[in-house]
């Protein structure tokens, strides 16, 4: 499928999925959240994919944020359905995706660009990348999960004081809250997105999916995360996948799994 405003690159069961409107700092505007959108979901349902990186292109920004210049002039009405739609074709969608999604930061993450790399599994920083919730700047506050998200990730204080401030985070000041997993330097950002990758491909893809199901259950309300987490363990034991890893442990061998 022919993209405008992304690009998708498959390597050894890792795709990575490039946000690529460098001139406008890859800005999410509703054709790119449409797009990835679409290419999650395809990725989602391709079983020659296991892992996915999510970057930006050019050396400059992740996503400086939504696009502004597309909401500047909307309604009441029109800014609750720009956050509802973001947040269920895009934003809801990765986070509930049961293939992992690594965000790839490689500059400015910012507004919605930093609420995306939140909806990822995980995340790792350049060390030239800076990150924010900048909204209130703007006359508005984070619309695609970020208040609910950040909170998650650097505990209630740190989010508020990074929501109200509007102020960036270093990669280091965000390694250091939790907000990203390691930093590197520019050049060994996908490489090591891709080691990390290449290890998750070799688990199995079943127990993963119920990993993420379980995992997030513990932020939804609406359900018992220790039921989920009974019930999904207790499914693993129907798997063709529980009996090739279990059988290859016991046989002192790799597992293969399908
Ligand atoms: N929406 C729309 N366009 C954006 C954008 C956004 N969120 N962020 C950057 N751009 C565009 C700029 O308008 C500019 O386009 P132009 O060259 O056609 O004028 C281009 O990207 C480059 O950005 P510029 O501001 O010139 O780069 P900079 O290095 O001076 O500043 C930032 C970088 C990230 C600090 C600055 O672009 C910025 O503050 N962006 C908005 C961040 C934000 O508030 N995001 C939350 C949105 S809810």
Redesign the pocket.
């Known amino acids: 499928m022919k993209f405008e405003n992304i690009l998708i690159e498959k390597s050894e069961q890792i795709a990575t999925i490039i946000i690529n409107r460098p001139?406008?700092?890859n800005?999410l505007n509703k054709k790119t959240i449409y797009e990835l959108g679409l290419a999650f979901d395809n990725l989602q349902n391709d079983d020659d994919t296991k892992v996915i990186v999510l970057t930006g292109s050019g050396t400059k920004a992740f996503v400086?944020?939504?696009?502004?210049?597309e909401f500047a002039d909307f309604s009441v009405h029109q800014g609750a359905a720009l956050a509802a739609e973001g947040q269920e074709t895009l934003f809801d969608l990765v986070q509930n995706l049961e293939t992992p999604v690594i965000a790839a930061i490689n500059g400015?993450a910012?507004?919605?660009g930093l609420e995306l790399a939140m909806a990822a599994h995980f995340r790792i920083a350049s060390n030239n990348a800076k990150m924010g919730l900048?909204?209130v700047s703007?006359g508005v506050i984070p619309g695609y999960g970020g208040t609910q998200r950040l909170p998650q990730l650097v505990g209630k204080g740190k989010a508020f004081e990074m929501i109200l401030t509007a102020n960036m985070l270093s990669a280091e000041e965000a390694l250091k809250n939790g907000l990203v997993n390691y930093v590197t330097t520019p050049e060994d950002l996908l490489p090591l997105c891709y080691k990390l990758a290449k290890k998750i491909t070799r688990n199995s893809s079943r127990a993963i999916a119920a990993a993420i199901r379980a995992v997030n259950a513990n932020y939804d309300t609406d359900v018992d995360g220790y039921l989920t987490e009974i019930n999904e363990f207790g499914h693993c034991f129907g798997t063709a996948d529980f009996k090739e890893g279990t059988s290859a442990f016991l046989e002192k061998r790799p597992a293969d799994f399908e």
Do not use: Q, R, V, Y
Not at 64 to 69: E, H, L, N, Q, R
């Open positions: 001139t406008k700092l800005a400086a944020g939504a696009d502004i210049s400015f910012l507004g919605g900048p909204e703007l």
